[in-house]
């Protein structure tokens, strides 16, 4: 049917969606602040923000990215995955300072940096799928 298509290709927009508000709040929260921290900015953890399918193995990131490689998704369906009769994506970075960034472990102040983009994506997953619902039934 059409439908499946429709749907892979709505959640994978959404996923992007937050792939690049991720990336964003990253340049507001941490990038254009001040460094107090002391850590040097190479961009790395910019460059690991990304949607994946969740069979992706993220083992090689750090180094990729880290090597100035950008590892976000371009194409909507490469980042969803069919388990079974349900649709998964994942958005993030899976480097080793990911998290602690993210929830200050080591820093100052947590920079949460992924929660607000994670919840805008889902509310863009539920557009994109009411959308698609609507072209399937036509």
């Known amino acids: 049917t059409r439908g499946r298509p429709l749907a892979i290709e709505a959640l994978g927009r959404a996923a ?5 508000l991720m990336r964003q709040n990253l340049d507001r929260m941490v990038y254009s602040q001040p460094n107090r921290s002391g ?13 994946a399918s969740p069979s992706t193995d993220h083992g090689g990131d750090e180094a990729t990215a880290r090597g100035g490689t950008d590892l976000a998704a371009t194409e909507p369906e490469s980042v969803v ?7 998964a994506t994942e958005i993030g970075s899976w480097i080793s300072y990911a998290e602690p960034v993210h ?9 949460p940096f992924m929660d607000a983009a994670a ?7 539920m557009r994109e799928l009411e959308q698609a ?6």
């Open 16 to 20: 992007l969606h937050a792939q690049g």
């Open 119 to 125: 919840d805008e994506a889902e509310q863009v997953a």
């Open 39 to 51: 850590y040097v900015r190479t961009g790395t953890l910019r460059r690991s923000t990304h949607a």
């Open 81 to 87: 995955e069919d388990r079974g009769g349900m649709l």
């Open 103 to 111: 929830k200050g472990y080591r820093q100052p102040s947590p920079r």
């Open 133 to 138: 619902a609507k072209v399937i039934a036509q």
